[in-house]
């Protein structure tokens, strides 16, 4: 497919780019030091760790759904309150338009 295309006339490698020296140079961990021995990881129970971000990303403890919980309690309280204050606007402005003709809607 990318042969018919034409392809590799058409594009530009990025490893040419990146290969460059100057590019190389700019992109080169300053803090990067060669070893030339084998890194061979620990295995041992406890050196291990789950990542929880990836795996347990579903599993919520139980500490953050009361606290969600809480939150979601509060937001629908505030919503009352709110709510509570928009009708007694409303029935002040009612009353006003009955008490002031000038203020009534044409």
């Known amino acids: 497919m990318k042969v018919k295309v034409s392809l590799p006339e ?4 990025l490893w040419s ?3 460059r020296p100057q590019e190389l140079q700019r ?3 300053p803090l990067y030091e060669a070893n030339g021995l ?6 041992a ?8 971000g990836v795996f347990l990303r579903w599993n919520r403890s139980s500490q ?3 606290e969600a919980y809480d939150e979601m309690v509060h937001i629908i309280e505030y919503n009352k309150e709110l709510q509570n204050k928009v ?3 409303r029935r002040q402005l009612a009353q006003l338009e009955t ?3 000038l203020l009534q809607s044409p």
Request: hydrophobic letters at 40%; a negative charge.
């Open 10 to 13: 058409k594009t530009v490698s």
């Open 17 to 19: 780019w990146v290969n």
């Open 27 to 29: 992109l080169t961990n």
């Open 38 to 43: 084998v890194i061979w990881p620990s295995v």
């Open 45 to 52: 129970p406890q050196s291990l760790l789950l990542w929880e």
């Open 64 to 66: 953050c759904l009361d």
């Open 87 to 89: 009708n007694s606007l």
């Open 99 to 101: 008490q002031d003709p």
